[in-house]
């Protein structure tokens, strides 16, 4: 081999230079992840007082105001998208853990689940908008629910399926040998033994479509009022962040801000939620 | 336990069975009916500008909704190029702090790292646009397009106005998108190199980078490149980080500091604009190529992940 040849130093120096290389690529990852904090933290903090939750948006150019339509529609939206793509999810994981194992259907329907979770999101809005929004020709709340569920799906399917393969079949067993029938075995053992788990899955792919922008842009729009019916476009956060950030108005781009900071802090505290209580969970068993 | 009291072996319980079955077996089809379901709106939706431009459409640089003349060249450019630059920056970028995780940190550390940048993948990508397009695209103009303009400029990529938005900068911040997805799954690859061949290389006295690049990367070249499969399906169909910071011009420059576009941001800025039933129509076959491309990167990751886990097995 080539590297018995090499001097010690020299090989040494080379140890030494990845380490260092290596260590520093690691900090500037860090670094950052810093910077976008910092700057989300600084620049949002400035817009957010109360009128921020409590009132409307004012006319384009006008000082004040606030996003309380935004805020709500965002956790309508998202609420409505986890109603239907949990459900889903949770059943057709199921399938895939209890049901599929070994069968060729099963693998094609793995199969589709990874693709379908690094389809773009921009293609699901264009998706919801061509079947939802043109045939009802109104953007409206549910087209933007339903294309967060469609995200939101595969995502929950494939933690379900693993939370659920990591259970061990004794427990399955044992539930079987009792007479308990299939299903009542999957939801009252297997469930329960996954359950923080399956919990922490769920509550990352809400993490990760409460922040989506791009199936919105088309589904949902965005609204400068309050909610009236779900037939109607809805204000929402994000949306209303990239609006105002492309707006000429330094007041809606201190509340584009203001939005990212909430927006951000909700993502990353579900994340951090979702992570800490899967690991408490682990370490007490 | 409540369950313990059921009824054994009646036929309402089979019954039950085979209904929970079914169910099951409904909601995990809709995964593919969903994919086929985007593949047949997006050809119906598309069928006016497929049957007007044919072939044509993704050759033309063409662009026009006033003369209604589209084409989808430039788009794909920006998004290739865009692509591009992120994996050359987060390629190497992703696997050195992979390895830093796995081989370099004490786990302390390691475990710090590994959670910050799982963050860094948590952020949604409006707030990376909003950092791209009001601090980072700045930073650009005023430090690193003069320095690159300055010394690089014998190279046309680096050659026009420190402008901060365009293709570099677009570039750049997808590539700090995407590079949470290749560390932690090259991570993953790297932590399934069984510990008895690394230890067998450091009993012959390699060093820390000896046993790295002779065992733990010959190991997982595989999965390394199953990593850089996923991460480049991610990268080209980011929308919102893109979009902000692009430029949104139609046109293909040879400089990287000119602005440009992608196919997903072509989409996000105009799509509620289009009036014209032939504008929106070819608007939703740029999202049909944009599907396919990605679709076919998605689909060649996972086999390529799956035949190395069969023969691992």
Redesign the interface.
């Known amino acids: 081999m080539k590297l018995v040849v090499k001097s010690l130093k020299y090989r040494r120096l080379a140890n030494r230079t990845v380490q260092v290389l290596s260590a520093l690529s690691a900090s500037v990852g860090l670094a950052m992840l810093l910077w976008i904090l910092i700057v989300v933290f600084l620049r949002g903090f400035k817009a957010i007082n109360l009128s921020f939750f409590t009132q409307l948006p004012m006319p384009p150019g006008m000082v004040g105001g606030g996003l309380a339509n935004a805020i709500a529609g965002t956790l309508l939206i998202t609420v409505l998208a986890a109603l239907i793509g949990t459900p889903i999810g949770l059943m057709a994981g199921i399938y895939l853990a209890e049901f599929g194992k070994g069968r060729k259907l099963a693998a094609g329907i793995r199969f589709f689940t990874n693709i379908m979770i690094g389809v773009p999101s921009i293609i699901v809005g264009v998706f919801v908008y061509t079947l939802i929004v043109l045939p009802s020709k109104s953007f409206s709340t549910y087209a933007g629910a339903a294309a967060l569920a469609i995200i939101m799906l595969p995502v929950v399917v494939r933690t379900t399926e693993d939370m659920l393969t990591m259970v061990p079949n004794s427990l399955r067993e044992a539930g079987l040998s009792l007479g308990v029938p299939n299903w009542r075995v999957i939801l009252g053992i297997t469930f329960r033994a996954a359950r923080s788990g399956l919990i922490t899955g769920v509550l990352l792919a809400v993490a990760r479509v409460s922040g989506e922008t791009a199936p919105l842009l088309f589904t949902a729009l965005n609204s400068p009022y309050w909610i009236n019916s779900l037939h109607e476009p809805v204000a929402n956060l994000t949306v209303t962040i990239f609006n105002y950030a492309m707006s000429p108005y330094a007041d809606w781009k201190q509340q584009a801000w203001g939005a990212s900071l909430l927006i951000m802090g909700g993502v990353l505290f579900l994340n951090i939620f979702a992570r800490i209580a899967i690991k408490t969970k682990t370490r007490t068993r | 336990?409540?369950?313990?009291l059921?009824k054994?072996?009646s036929k309402g319980?089979?019954r039950?069975?085979r209904?929970?079955?079914r169910?099951?077996?409904?909601?995990?089809?809709?995964?593919?009916l969903?994919?086929i379901?985007?593949v047949f709106?997006?050809v119906?939706?598309s069928r006016l500008s497929l049957a007007q431009f044919g072939f044509g459409f993704l050759t033309s640089k063409a662009w026009n909704p006033v003369t209604q003349d589209f084409g989808a060249l430039s788009s794909m450019y920006g998004t290739a190029v865009s692509t591009l630059i992120a994996m050359l920056i987060a390629l190497p970028?992703g696997f050195?702090?992979a390895?830093?995780?796995v081989e370099?940190?004490p786990p302390r550390l390691s475990a710090f790292?590994g959670?910050?940048?799982?963050?860094?993948a948590?952020?949604?990508?409006?707030?990376?646009?909003?950092?791209g397009?009001?601090?980072f695209a700045p930073f650009m103009s005023n430090f690193v397009q003069p320095l690159l303009g300055k010394y690089l400029d014998f190279l046309p990529l680096f050659q026009g106005p420190p402008l901060g938005i365009g293709m570099l900068t677009a570039g750049i911040i997808l590539a700090?998108m995407i590079?949470?997805y290749i560390?932690s799954v090259t991570r993953d690859v790297f932590q399934m190199v069984p510990p008895v061949v690394k230890e067998s290389a450091y009993g012959i006295g390699?060093?820390?980078?000896?046993v790295?690049k002779?065992v733990t990367m010959r190991y997982s070249l595989r999965g390394m490149v199953g990593a850089a499969f996923?991460a480049l399906?991610?990268a080209?169909?980011?929308?919102?980080a893109v979009?902000?910071v692009i430029g949104n011009n139609h046109q293909i420059a040879a400089s990287l500091f000119a602005s440009g576009n992608s196919i997903?941001s072509t989409?996000?800025n105009e799509?509620?604009e289009a009036s014209d039933p032939i504008y929106l129509s070819a608007?939703?076959e740029l999202?049909l190529v944009?599907?396919l491309i990605?679709?076919v990167?998605?689909?060649a990751?996972?086999l390529w992940l799956?035949s190395i886990k069969k023969k691992l097995a």
């Open positions: 336990m409540e369950i313990g059921q054994a072996n319980s089979y039950g069975d209904l929970f079955r169910l099951a077996l409904c909601c995990a089809l809709t995964i593919p969903l994919m379901g985007i709106e997006l119906r939706n970028l050195v702090i390895l830093f995780l370099l940190a790292f959670s910050a940048i799982e963050l860094l948590a952020i949604p990508s409006i707030i990376y646009g909003m950092w397009l009001f601090v700090f590079l949470p560390s390699a060093t820390n980078w000896e790295t002779a996923l399906g991610r080209l169909g980011e929308t919102m979009t902000f997903a989409l996000a799509f509620t608007l939703v999202g944009l599907f990605t679709f990167f998605q689909a990751a996972q799956w």
